[in-house]
């Protein structure tokens, strides 16, 4: 039997890449909440429930936790969203204000331009009369 990494019927589909995302996790579980009662709570339309679901799913297993625009809805922005989560999940935003701050200041200062590097090679072939 294969090895389950996340067994639970409450956090199984999100996949951490940020130990803040980690934590919030570990609050879902605690608190068993599913995707539907977390969204319900934050507020999203019951027609607006199955993207409501992806967002989450993917702010929780995004490594910048949604704040870096890559996925947005219009009920809330990327801050009101992680705001609005905190307060669902009863875990006190303040604390965890300054590592959300640093993840904002290491996206508006990260540099999009790859690196570029080349390759030079210098190769002597020496050929006998019996090689092609």
């Given at each position: 039997?294969?090895?389950?990494?996340?067994?639970?019927?409450?956090t199984?589909?999100?996949?951490?890449?940020h130990?803040?995302?980690?934590?919030?996790?570990?609050?879902?579980?605690?608190?068993?909440l599913?995707?539907?009662d977390?969204?319900?709570?934050?507020?999203?339309?019951?027609?607006?429930?199955?993207?409501?679901y992806?967002?989450?799913?993917?702010?929780?297993?995004?490594?910048?936790?949604?704040?870096?625009?890559?996925?947005m809805?219009?009920?809330?922005?990327?801050?009101?969203?992680l705001?609005?989560?905190?307060?669902?999940?009863e875990?006190?935003?303040?604390?965890?204000?300054?590592?959300?701050?640093?993840?904002?200041y290491?996206?508006?200062?990260?540099s999009?331009?790859?690196?570029?590097?080349?390759?030079?090679?210098?190769?002597?072939?020496?050929?006998?009369?019996?090689?092609?």
């Open positions: 039997m294969s090895h389950i990494a996340n067994p639970s019927k409450y199984r589909r999100y996949h951490p890449r130990s803040l995302a980690q934590y919030i996790i570990n609050q879902i579980e605690s608190l068993e599913r995707p539907q977390i969204v319900k709570q934050m507020g999203y339309p019951l027609k607006h429930t199955i993207p409501a992806d967002r989450l799913r993917h702010v929780l297993s995004s490594k910048f936790l949604g704040l870096d625009g890559s996925y809805d219009k009920h809330f922005t990327a801050d009101e969203f705001a609005k989560l905190f307060a669902v999940l875990i006190p935003y303040q604390p965890f204000a300054e590592d959300i701050a640093q993840i904002k290491d996206l508006a200062n990260h999009n331009t790859l690196p570029r590097y080349s390759l030079r090679a210098e190769v002597d072939f020496t050929f006998t009369s019996a090689d092609n």
